[in-house]
């Protein structure tokens, strides 16, 4: 039990730190940190950088985004479940 | 970040990640058949990539950013293995998410996939060497390398892109700002999350990590006897 109080606690403390900062800092813009340094190379190269290869396809919306982000997780939750639903039944069978 | 990484620099990462996922794929075949029974935690260490590095959490610099999930598969089939796991979810994220990139795509695998896989995989060496408590030694290892990867991330910007001012050194800090300090509670989070499933995975695979030579028989024991306390 003592692995999941410790995990628990933390997941609190970062939910906890989230909201802090959300409260206190209303410039928080909560985008993506590549986004960022987008910007920052902006600022290094005075604005002069232009990307020279454009994604193969682009989500043509944040729903579409969002789908591929979720089916990825999916995926990946998929494969958890099954791993350990599998290897638990097997054990106590 | 496709087409943000000029020229040599893509190319310079491309060819420093290629040969170790060429090994890697060459282990991976004659890990899996070899050792049939290592298949099911190879497809979890995969898995763990894919739900981590889709979680796209907000941070205390006011930005969001993911884990990548990488240091598990790290753990426990060491750095080349693992960057070729990577390298599934990158080229997943790059052609359905316009998320990384092509162009970019050996500046990620490297990071993400050789570099912070090789930090997880020398703590944790290094960490049961020194008969650290089990748990701990995997926090320590899957932080170290996720903040690890957005290092280099960090560094390989600030190579194509030195300040004018302060050189390399100033872009790193500039893009340190951003990735590394934003990624800190990430980090945490992901090590106290791994940790916990390597709890789980101990009680139902615990001899293929024996076989892997992740831990001993003795430790083995030692934990199942822990957890069923």
């Given at each position: 039990m003592r692995g999941e109080v410790i995990a628990g606690a933390v997941a609190a403390l970062f939910i906890a730190l989230f909201l802090y900062v959300a409260a206190t800092d209303?410039?928080?813009?909560?985008?993506g940190a590549d986004g960022e340094a987008e910007g920052v190379i902006d600022h290094l190269t005075d604005g002069s950088y232009e990307p020279w290869f454009s994604p193969l396809?682009?989500?043509?919306s944040g729903e579409i985004e969002s789908l591929f982000f979720s089916l990825q997780a999916a995926i990946g939750a998929v494969i958890i479940g099954y791993f350990f639903g599998y290897y638990r039944g097997r054990r106590s069978a | 970040m496709e087409g943000f990484l000029p020229h040599p620099w893509w190319e310079i990462w491309y060819a420093l990640s290629l040969p170790v996922v060429v090994y890697g794929i060459y282990t991976m075949n004659r890990l899996v058949k070899e050792r049939r029974e290592t298949l099911p935690l190879l497809a979890l260490a995969g898995a763990f990539i894919f739900v981590l590095s889709s979680l796209k959490l907000p941070s205390v610099t006011g930005s969001c950013s993911h884990p990548t999930g990488a240091g598990m598969g790290a753990i426990l089939f060491g750095p080349a293995i693992t960057a070729v796991l990577c390298l599934i979810v990158l080229v997943y994220q790059a052609l359905f998410l316009a998320h990384g990139g092509i162009t970019t795509l050996g500046a990620n695998v490297f990071s993400m996939g050789i570099a912070g896989p090789a930090v997880a995989y020398i703590v944790y060496k290094g960490c049961a060497k020194s008969n650290l408590n089990f748990y701990v030694s995997i926090f320590l290892a899957v932080s170290l390398a996720d903040i690890a990867t957005y290092l280099v991330t960090s560094l390989q910007l600030a190579l194509a892109f030195p300040s004018a001012t302060g050189g390399v050194l100033g872009s790193l800090y500039a893009f340190g700002t951003v990735f590394a300090f934003t990624q800190v509670p990430l980090a945490v989070l992901e090590g106290v999350f791994i940790a916990l499933i390597f709890k789980y995975v101990i009680q139902v695979k615990g001899e293929v990590m024996v076989k892997l030579k992740v831990i001993d028989e003795k430790k083995l024991r030692r934990l199942k006897g822990v957890v069923q306390a």
């Amino acid at each position: 039990m003592r692995g999941e109080v410790i995990a628990g606690a933390v997941a609190a403390l970062f939910i906890a730190l989230f909201l802090y900062v959300a409260a206190t800092d209303p410039g928080a813009e909560w985008g993506g940190a590549d986004g960022e340094a987008e910007g920052v190379i902006d600022h290094l190269t005075d604005g002069s950088y232009e990307p020279w290869f454009s994604p193969l396809w682009e989500p043509p919306s944040g729903e579409i985004e969002s789908l591929f982000f979720s089916l990825q997780a999916a995926i990946g939750a998929v494969i958890i479940g099954y791993f350990f639903g599998y290897y638990r039944g097997r054990r106590s069978a | 970040m496709e087409g943000f990484l000029p020229h040599p620099w893509w190319e310079i990462w491309y060819a420093l990640s290629l040969p170790v996922v060429v090994y890697g794929i060459y282990t991976m075949n004659r890990l899996v058949k070899e050792r049939r029974e290592t298949l099911p935690l190879l497809a979890l260490a995969g898995a763990f990539i894919f739900v981590l590095s889709s979680l796209k959490l907000p941070s205390v610099t006011g930005s969001c950013s993911h884990p990548t999930g990488a240091g598990m598969g790290a753990i426990l089939f060491g750095p080349a293995i693992t960057a070729v796991l990577c390298l599934i979810v990158l080229v997943y994220q790059a052609l359905f998410l316009a998320h990384g990139g092509i162009t970019t795509l050996g500046a990620n695998v490297f990071s993400m996939g050789i570099a912070g896989p090789a930090v997880a995989y020398i703590v944790y060496k290094g960490c049961a060497k020194s008969n650290l408590n089990f748990y701990v030694s995997i926090f320590l290892a899957v932080s170290l390398a996720d903040i690890a990867t957005y290092l280099v991330t960090s560094l390989q910007l600030a190579l194509a892109f030195p300040s004018a001012t302060g050189g390399v050194l100033g872009s790193l800090y500039a893009f340190g700002t951003v990735f590394a300090f934003t990624q800190v509670p990430l980090a945490v989070l992901e090590g106290v999350f791994i940790a916990l499933i390597f709890k789980y995975v101990i009680q139902v695979k615990g001899e293929v990590m024996v076989k892997l030579k992740v831990i001993d028989e003795k430790k083995l024991r030692r934990l199942k006897g822990v957890v069923q306390a």
